[in-house]
Nanobody, 115 residues
């Protein structure tokens, strides 16, 4: 069992930056591939970024490529999402997940980007 807690969301103006964190507890963090997803009001949850267990491989959605960076610190059981050049369309609840056969989800953190 893995528990995930996101933090770092908030209200920011367009063009600004935020860094989200997701702290994992439970089983060995380095065993899990980690990812970030988001869900805007009235829309389905969508993929944002993912990182493999060692942190050597990352994949991004086209909509955030070049603006967002996913990283992880296995010693701190934490995965990060650095978000730069934020746009109003980035407004959503952001969720992290952990995957190793089973997928675990956090409760989410709200990101609101004002124009």
């Amino acid at each position: 069992q893995v528990q995930l807690v996101e933090s770092g969301g908030g209200l920011v103006q367009a063009g600004g930056s935020l860094r989200l964190s997701c702290v994992a507890s439970g089983r060995t963090f380095s065993s899990y591939a980690m990812g970030w997803f988001r869900q805007a009001p009235g829309k389905e949850r969508e993929f944002v970024a993912t990182i493999n267990r060692s942190g050597g491989i990352t994949v991004y959605a086209d909509s955030v490529k070049g603006r967002f960076t996913i990283s992880r610190d296995n010693a701190k059981n934490t995965v990060y999402l650095q978000m730069n050049s934020l746009k109003p369309e980035d407004t959503a609840v952001y969720y992290c997940n952990a995957r190793y056969g089973v997928t675990y989800w956090g409760q989410g953190t709200q990101v609101t980007v004002s124009s």
